[in-house]
């Protein structure tokens, strides 16, 4: 059986349609105080789920009774209420992984992030990288996936953060907001595409691999922007580029002032950066990534 943890984020509710409708057996994993809102999208598509607290090993052990395969979702871009990014990341992987090994887990699927680093600027990168990190050093067999910025929403209430925050902004405002230049580079990334290759991760053939994902379409970050204004019918709107330090400083005084800042200092470092795969997606994931950002606009929002 699979444990999927996270289950009600926004991969979760894809992956768990996807699942049921290819009639495999799963149980998922989310935390105590998960939203009624959630939990509802669950109960809609019949997902079999329990509430734990992924700090805490023995719960997280008595959730993994009978699960073989663990894929790994927790994780945000965005630093939770209180809660620190090594915490979600690195602590709640630790936890999982003492869980996982009483129980003779037989595999576990981690889906990172492209770019992650343990010398990485952003606490995203690294944190991500610590949480891989320790994976590698469990002695579980594992995949590890690092996709690029992904996008598209078919189930649930749920959107890609990133996408999700800059269209409201894109929306609200009278411009078409960047940070930096706008020419950083990403390869967008599916969240179906994403779905199959998590899939096709469960193979027992593949062990100890990481794995980089990004979608068939590099494009600038400028260009990423203008696609999701015109899906969000603003397309007439002026693009305004934020110089970084400037953005920096917005990003600083939303952090402070909301719970749910369009923007984070930890996102602001990663303007500057292209996001773009170093080699060719690993066979057998090449096959499955098939759909570019500017060909699924009626599923980007």
Avoid: W
């Avoid at 990168?125 to 002695?139: C, D, Y």
Wanted: glycine share 6%; hydrophobic share 40%.
């Amino acid at each position: 059986m699979i444990g999927i943890t996270g289950l009600s984020g926004y991969i979760g509710i894809h992956l768990a349609n996807f699942l049921k409708e290819n009639k495999k057996d799963f149980i998922g994993l989310i935390k105590k105080n998960t939203a009624d809102r959630d939990i509802e999208v669950l109960t809609d598509c019949g997902a079999a789920y329990c509430l734990v607290d992924f700090l805490d090993a023995e719960s997280v052990y008595n959730a993994l009774d009978g699960v073989t395969t663990i894929v790994h979702l927790v994780g945000s871009i965005y630093k939770p209420k209180n809660m620190s990014l090594h915490t979600l990341h690195a602590d709640v992987t630790t936890t999982l992984l003492e869980a996982a090994k009483k129980r003779g887990v037989k595999k576990i699927i981690y889906i990172s992030a492209l770019g992650s680093s343990l010398e990485a600027a952003s606490s995203y990168h690294k944190t991500k990288a610590e949480a891989e990190s320790a994976i590698k050093q469990s002695g579980i067999p594992y995949v590890i996936l690092e996709p690029s910025l992904i996008f598209g929403k078919l189930y649930g209430h749920r959107n890609s953060k990133i996408v999700a925050r800059m269209a409201d902004s894109i929306t609200r405002l009278p411009f078409i907001p960047v940070v930096g230049s706008g020419k950083n580079k990403l390869q967008p990334l599916y969240i179906m595409d994403l779905v199959e290759c998590i899939y096709a991760s469960i193979d027992p053939s593949i062990k100890k691999a990481t794995i980089e994902l990004g979608g068939p379409q590099v494009m600038t970050m400028e260009e990423i922007a203008s696609t999701i204004a015109g899906a969000a019918g603003c397309a007439e709107k002026n693009i305004v580029r934020l110089p970084l330090p400037v953005a920096s400083v917005l990003a600083a005084l939303m952090e402070k002032f909301s719970e749910q800042p369009k923007i984070t200092r930890d996102q602001v470092k990663m303007a500057g950066k292209d996001n773009i795969c170093s080699v060719p997606v690993k066979t057998p994931f090449k096959e499955l990534i098939t759909t570019s950002m500017t060909d699924a606009l009626t599923s980007l929002l």
